[in-house]
């Protein structure tokens, strides 16, 4: 079992990821449910409240899932979609202090 450091440090990497295009939602979806719950895809659905078969498809790239499912989706995970930069200087600006 991972200590509450290096599980945070895996959603922030993770995070990170998704954010510069090399990881999918829910590519990162799968590495958090495994790697931080350590949970199947039965057991992650059931807590998350949708079928293994939705929860399968949006691992896998198979759906496009609305915001509602993706957001149920990633609940457990005290994750939720949200507005993001699209371009560095954007997200330079955002989190430079001023």
Not at 12 to 22: F, M, N, Y
Not at 30 to 57: F, H, W
Request: glycine share 8%; charged share 20%; hydrophobic share 35%.
């Amino acid at each position: 079992m991972k200590n509450q450091n290096s599980k945070e440090q895996l959603m922030i990497e993770g995070l990170k990821q998704v954010w510069a295009g090399e990881k999918t939602e829910g590519e990162l979806l799968r590495y958090l449910r495994k790697e931080i719950l350590g949970l199947t895809q039965q057991q992650y659905s059931q807590l998350a409240g949708i079928s293994r078969r939705t929860l399968s498809d949006i691992e896998n790239g198979k759906i496009q899932a609305n915001s509602a499912v993706l957001n149920q989706a990633f609940k457990p995970l005290g994750l939720k979609l949200g507005l993001v930069p699209r371009f560095e200087n954007h997200w330079q600006q955002l989190l430079s202090t001023n």
